[in-house]
């Protein structure tokens, strides 16, 4: 799109010509994800993530559409029509059933790589700050979503995450309670929340293809980063999406979909919790109440705060949780370094791998019962969180000196032939003897 | 801004240094007390069945015989209630059969008399479900001491551990040890409990259901050991929790080597398509003497021209 190489679509055949002339759409597509799309040719496979997350929205959507058409959004009757109709009676409802819940987990998985891998590649940096904010949207959205539907089967997990999520509205003073009725329509799930978040449930995958397009679109303005965050210079640094990217993201989204599909078929529950398999009931409370394993490290964050300091520790928990994510909008101020790639930062780069260390012992934290131990662990990697993210990583950006850039993407791409067509001896004698020759 | 954000985050990770501070003084000052449960509580024991592993099948005549240790024992007190009569087909019974279970069963099914619409009962048939044994959860509690004896469709799923879990709970009723008695003088079994070590909170208001060999008279041969019975429970247990795990273990088996497949095929036309864009010749000026030897001895091991 913004490259002057950039194919231009010239449809073959005499049909896709007519409609080309009339609705331009083929050519859309060719110059979003065939041809026409000019892609970085040193992209490394950090970068098939993204299309992996658009086939698992797809697969949630088709399998959840499906599921729809049996599901009961009552609460006597969700149950009963999740575990019992779906499960047993509809035509390979077990399979729709357990592939929505696990693509659901896979959808998350693949969502963290690409989030990572654009924290450690710098695609939030400028002129990629709206795609950066773009995908932040959708990842709240999907939050949003992912919640709501783990309330559909009402079990008791359902229930009583629905009623501590909800619960977070309390929180703030004065204005919190009447949100949280407002909300959920009652003084407690019910019905009416039941059926509301079934609605939303069913919207909002629409809402999150929609921010996708946009996503894709801001995307393809300054074109694809990669792993060097050197921009893009001539025609020699980049290949056609099709065939090159779409051969690669093939052959890999098979391999995910390998995984997803033993998971799904040998041990579809293993990342779900027993709790759901028992029927909501509001007079006894779990054990243990604890979200789906993609909120562990935010549910961390929301009960590491015990004291009540000034304001009190349950509002601190919510208020941090929150920021959190809302952090993440600001990153592209935050980190003022010039140099995207984390691979030539090398004060970055190790405080980046803390990070990801970090976010995966607050996942820990946030999943199981909360004893003392998993309390002080939680803490301290929540503080960590924050210091990561505000404090440190704009110090890094002022005062680290990034290793050199290579000069462009080919450049860097085939330093493997430059190193074999190079002398064997020193570089300094090189330059002389080159010098003695021309002269 | 950046000053302002820097600011907020240290405040949180200020706020949680606060709280880890109190807490860790809480918990130095004022231990929290250890807990029997948190002691003597034991994860299930190992339980192998037919139905593990990704090739696993049921087996059927063990399910029979598990349906019969539900329909004798357990179903005194635990409903069944996403289970239809007509999915015994599946256990191998026959259509004659299935009617003839439904028809005996021991509670009928709430129905309304056709003459004058007053609430009645009728005998169940094939197509109704389990009928539970307690009108309601009041009348459940009002018959077990107030503990309500929870639906078995489920069970393997809802509890951690699985079959291995129903098969421990059967056969672990034992004393309360004096060892935990002896640590821990409050926690003695309070009377209408049971002490078992695999319940969460080691009392269970269930009483041994399987006491003796040879409660139930199996017709299949099969010695009704306390352990065998439990087992099969086990394992009729998985079946109603799970009744299309042999379709799904056959489909992920046939989905798994498409997909391998499919990732080979995949690989190897990657491989084709980039074959060429990975060998890009730059032109890097005149080489040395040395290197233009080493060049032209590659080229002609490739089999290169030039």
Wanted: hydrophobic share 45%; proline share 9%.
């Amino acid at each position: 799109m913004s490259f002057s190489w950039a194919k231009a679509y010239e449809p073959k055949h005499p049909l896709m010509k007519w409609i080309d002339e009339r609705l331009p759409l083929p050519r859309v597509v060719y110059g979003a994800v065939g041809g026409g799309y000019p892609v970085p040719r040193n992209l490394n496979y950090w970068w098939n993530f993204g299309v992996l997350a658009g086939i698992f929205l797809t697969i949630q959507i088709v399998t959840g559409i499906v599921l729809a058409m049996h599901y009961y959004a009552t609460t006597d009757g969700a149950f009963n029509s999740v575990n019992g109709l779906i499960m047993r009676d509809v035509n390979a409802g077990w399979l729709l059933r357990y592939a929505h819940m696990n693509g659901a987990s896979f959808f998350f998985i693949v969502t963290y790589i690409h989030i990572f891998r654009g924290l450690y590649y710098g695609s939030y940096k400028a002129p990629r700050e709206l795609v950066w904010m773009l995908g932040l949207v959708i990842y709240l959205l999907m939050m949003a979503t992912a919640f709501m539907g783990y309330v559909l089967p009402w079990g008791q997990m359902s229930y009583w995450g629905a009623q501590v999520i909800t619960g977070f509205f309390s929180a703030f003073p004065v204005v919190g309670e009447p949100i949280r009725i407002w909300l959920l329509g009652g003084y407690a799930p019910d019905e009416a929340a039941l059926t509301r978040f079934f609605s939303l449930h069913y919207l909002l995958p629409f809402v999150i293809a929609g921010v996708v397009i946009l996503h894709i679109w801001a995307l393809h303005i300054p074109g694809s980063g990669n792993p060097t965050g050197v921009d893009v210079k001539d025609e020699k640094d980049t290949l056609p999406f099709h065939p090159f990217y779409t051969a690669k993201d093939g052959w890999f989204a098979a391999a995910v979909l390998l995984a997803y599909a033993i998971v799904t078929y040998f041990a579809p529950n293993y990342l779900g919790h027993p709790d759901n398999y028992i029927p909501a009931n509001p007079l006894a409370t779990p054990a243990e109440i604890v979200p789906e394993w993609y909120f562990w490290p935010f549910y961390a964050i929301l009960r590491s705060f015990t004291f009540d300091f000034i304001l009190p520790a349950k509002l601190w928990g919510v208020l941090a949780m929150f920021s959190s994510i809302l952090l993440l909008f600001f990153l592209p101020w935050v980190d003022k370094s010039p140099v995207r790639s984390g691979s030539y930062r090398p004060v970055f780069k190790r405080f980046f791998w803390l990070l990801v260390i970090d976010v995966i012992i607050l996942g820990w934290a946030g999943g199981g019962a909360p004893t003392p131990f998993r309390n002080a662990v939680g803490q301290i990697s929540a503080a960590y969180y924050f210091l990561h993210f505000l404090v440190i990583l704009p110090l890094v950006s002022a005062f680290e000196t990034p290793l050199p850039l290579p000069k462009s993407i080919s450049d860097s791409v085939l330093h493997g032939e430059e190193a074999e067509a190079a002398p064997a001896g020193p570089k300094p004698r090189r330059t002389k003897t080159a010098t003695a020759v021309v002269e | 801004m950046r000053f302002i954000l820097g600011f907020i985050g240290a405040v949180f990770a200020g706020v949680l240094l606060i709280s880890l501070i109190t807490g860790l003084a809480t918990y130095f000052k004022s231990p929290p007390a250890p807990l029997a449960a948190e002691e003597f509580h034991k994860p299930p024991k190992p339980l192998h069945l037919a139905s593990d592993g990704p090739f696993g099948k049921f087996d059927k005549r063990q399910l029979q015989r598990g349906f019969q240790v539900y329909s004798e024992v357990c179903s005194a007190c635990h409903s069944l209630e996403l289970v239809s009569f007509r999915d015994l087909r599946e256990l191998g019974y026959t259509e004659a059969e299935v009617k003839k279970i439904a028809s005996d069963w021991k509670t009928q099914v709430p129905s309304i008399n056709p003459d004058t619409g007053e609430p009645a009962t009728r005998k169940a048939i094939p197509s109704d479900r389990f009928p539970p044994p307690f009108a309601n959860e009041i009348a459940a509690g009002a018959a077990n001491n107030n503990a309500h004896p929870p639906d078995l469709s489920l069970i393997t799923k809802a509890r951690e551990g699985g079959a291995a879990y129903v098969h421990s709970l059967l056969t672990g009723y034992q004393k309360q040890p004096a060892e935990l008695l002896k640590k821990f003088p409050g926690s003695k079994t309070p009377p209408n409990l049971h002490y078992n070590p695999y319940f969460a909170n080691l009392n269970i208001a269930m009483p041994p259901p399987l006491t003796t060999d040879g409660q139930v008279q199996y017709e299949d041969g099969t010695k009704p050991t306390v352990d065998q019975m439990a087992t099969d429970i086990a394992a009729f247990l998985v079946w109603t929790a799970e009744p299309n795990l042999e379709a799904r273990h056959a489909a992920g088996v046939a989905v798994v080597i498409f997909l391998l497949f499919g990732t080979v095929l995949g690989f190897l036309a990657y491989k084709q398509i980039w074959y060429d864009a990975k060998r890009v010749v730059r032109v890097t000026g005149p080489l040395e003497p040395e290197n233009q030897a080493k060049s032209r001895r590659a080229k002609a091991k490739a089999g290169v021209a030039g």
